[in-house]
């Protein structure tokens, strides 16, 4: 029997159809990178302008307002000229390394990925099912719920807690018998942080056999944030989810990574043989390794976002417009009146600011970019409101 039809028995045994079934692997086998026909909901979701429509300032989409690290740029471009190898080295294995490291968890414990979206998503199909649900906060990144609606898999939306951090007793008590229970810390996109004691809780009190999938996307935009990795390291049940598309400023390199004992990681790899995990970019991955280990430049660019952050805070405070404190670099300001009209306002000044939420419709997502693009979306506000 091949892996693949390992793969299809799996998802039948817990629940799909075999026509879901069919289309789960049609999707993952491909590679989701590269599924265009029948493309799901979480495949169709871009905050980001349209191209060749792109505002003057662009703080919408959560981007880096920089490139990566200059070293790792350095690195990325000496790779290219050896691009013609698969493996011309120790590439993979080294990236590995260097993150094991960093988290202090076995080697075998990282796997990277092309970006995050692809290892959201098989985490998603992986752990549940039409019989073993979804849950997530409300308001909270979408991805994971688009993906268990297309699969047919039950979603729970749970709301925030009053400070806008996950309320883990009640998202176990929304549907204690869950597969996956998914938080994301600094949370997109109110950049809340929720308390490790917290997820610590979740972890202890969730069903057998069910996940925690903690996304860290945005954890190094965070002065007080701390990694949930230690809990892997303890053998827990759950997967750390990162992204270099944030502070490091790789978006367009596409490279992420998950963390988590290797029969997890054996879960997810069942669709595709193993292709996703191990064919990457070389750049990507000399660039995200070296990026890595440049602890001061990783503290000075948080800096310089948190600078410009509070700039803006300050800003909207002095105008008497209320926002969400924020651990990342993100916020969501309050306009007390309908939010799609203003983003517009905003576009028409050459600012293109983010999206809001159902739940919060006179609320607009707002990246932090850099101190001039911040200055920009003040000057902005100021014409918006004279």
């Known amino acids: 029997m091949t892996d693949r039809d390992d793969a299809t028995r799996d998802l039948t045994a817990r629940g799909y159809s075999r026509r879901q079934a069919a289309r ?28 060749g429509s792109e505002p003057k300032v662009r703080i919408g989409s959560n981007e880096c307002w920089t490139g990566p690290f200059p070293v790792a740029q350095a690195a990325a471009a000496k790779i290219v000229a050896s691009s013609n190898f698969y493996h011309p ?43 073993k649900g979804l849950v997530t906060a409300d308001v909270s990144y979408e991805q994971p719920w688009g993906t268990a609606e297309w699969a047919g898999a039950k979603v729970t939306k749970v709301p925030l807690t009053a400070d806008h951090r996950h309320d883990v007793k009640a998202m176990l008590a929304a549907n204690p018998d869950a597969g996956l229970y998914y938080v994301c810390s600094p949370n997109n996109p109110t950049g809340t942080l929720t308390p490790l004691a917290d997820i610590e809780w979740l972890i202890a009190n969730k069903p057998a056999g069910s996940v925690v999938l903690v996304d860290e996307a945005y ?8 990694s949930a990795a230690y809990m892997v390291a303890q053998g827990k049940d759950v997967i750390v989810l990162r992204t270099f598309s944030k502070l490091f400023g ?32 070389l750049p990507s991955l000399v660039c995200g390794t070296t990026a890595l280990t440049q602890a001061q430049a990783i503290s000075e660019r948080r800096a310089q976002m948190i600078a410009a952050r509070t700039m803006t805070f300050d800003h909207l405070k002095k105008r008497g417009i209320a926002f969400i404190p924020s651990d990342a670099n993100m916020f969501m300001v ?16 050459g600012v293109g600011i983010g999206r809001s939420w159902a739940p919060w419709p006179t609320m607009s997502r707002v990246t932090v970019g850099s101190m001039a693009d911040m200055q920009a979306f003040c000057a902005a506000l100021d014409k918006i409101m004279a």
């Open 24 to 51: 789960i692997m049609g999707l993952f086998g491909a590679g989701v990178a590269v599924a265009n026909a029948g493309t799901p909901l979480w495949a169709q979701r871009n905050d980001g302008p349209a191209e």
């Open 89 to 131: 080295g120790t590439e993979v294995s080294d990236f590995k390394k260097t993150l094991a490291t960093m988290e202090n968890v076995p080697e075998n414990y990282i796997l990277p990925w092309p970006g995050s979206s692809d290892p959201l998503s098989r985490i998603v199909v992986s752990f549940c099912s039409p019989t």
């Open 219 to 226: 954890l190094h935009f965070s002065e007080h944030g701390k």
């Open 250 to 281: 790789m978006a367009g390199m596409r490279l992420g990574a998950t963390i988590a004992r290797p029969d997890l990681h054996e879960k997810l790899m069942r669709y595709d043989g193993k292709r996703m995990s191990t064919n990457l970019p």
């Open 334 to 349: 309050d306009w007390k009146k309908p939010a799609a009209p203003v983003k517009d306002q905003f576009a028409a000044l």
